[in-house]
């Protein structure tokens, strides 16, 4: 008996990957979206699936009816280690983004997602526009990783990733010489610091030994019988009543004389 859902020919239209293309190139994420939306409910829906363990969006044809199934998608197993169970919907949804991801990025490498982001990192807002869940668009990810036959992965953003890691390091140069350049400048400011040091530290020995000099020089001045002399002078000088003070300079002689005479 055959499958009413299960095509017995091609329909006419054109197909889901070149739809999704052409929503990439105009940067129109609403379009996407809707083209995801429908994908997400064709897949999940449609008998014409079972048994099918691989999907491809280029075997999707969009016609005035909507989504259909046009070219029968593959029905042998991925690779050795792929059981010949049913696959889930969600996992052929996975893959089916999986394949995708590669003609993406070598038709329309411009994308309105960062062109550092991986596969793996377009597949989850994909999935979730197909109408899965965060959490198990995340799970699968995981669980489709390698299981298409599509060619080397991630080309495009490993080539993404080694001119970011370039410019990260041409930054990075630019640092550690603007850093040197720091450095040098500061060598130059405590060199300088330094030899100011260096020179109050010998003004402060000088001045040092200048008052050790001087106060040499001084108490030699204090002990000379010059300053002796000159000092009586100026005692002399600051006298005022000069007969008082010869009387009492008198008395205390005379005094100091009868007491000599006295002890005698």
Sequence with gaps: MVDPERPTSVPIGRSAQTLLLAALSASDITAFRRLAEQLGRLVATSSALDGITDLRWSRVMFTTRGPELGLPPLTEDLDEGTPKDEVRRDVLIALAWRHFTGVARRQEPEMPWPATFSDD????????????????????????????????????????????????????????????????????????????????????????????????????????????????????????????????????????????????
């Excluded at 959490?135 to 489709?144: G, H, I, M, N, S």
């Excluded at 603007?178 to 010998?202: H, P, Y």
């Design 121 to 264: 990192e377009l597949l989850i807002p994909w999935l979730t526009m197909s109408g899965i869940a965060q959490d198990r668009a995340a799970q699968l990810v995981e669980e489709t990783a390698g299981l298409t036959r599509s060619g080397p992965e991630d080309s495009y953003s490993q080539a993404a990733a080694v001119a970011e890691a370039s410019a990260r390091i041409i930054a990075l140069e630019d640092e550690v010489a603007a850093l040197q350049e720091t450095l040098r400048t500061r060598d130059g400011e405590m060199a300088v610091r330094a030899r100011a040091i260096r020179s109050l530290r010998g003004q402060v020995l000088n001045a040092s030994k200048s008052r050790d000099l001087m106060a040499k020089a001084n108490a030699d001045i204090k002990n000379s019988a010059a300053f002796r002399l000159a000092n009586q002078f100026r005692r002399a000088a600051l006298i005022t009543r000069p007969k008082k003070l010869v009387a009492t300079v008198g008395k205390a002689a005379d005094k100091k004389v009868r007491e000599l005479r006295r002890a005698g």
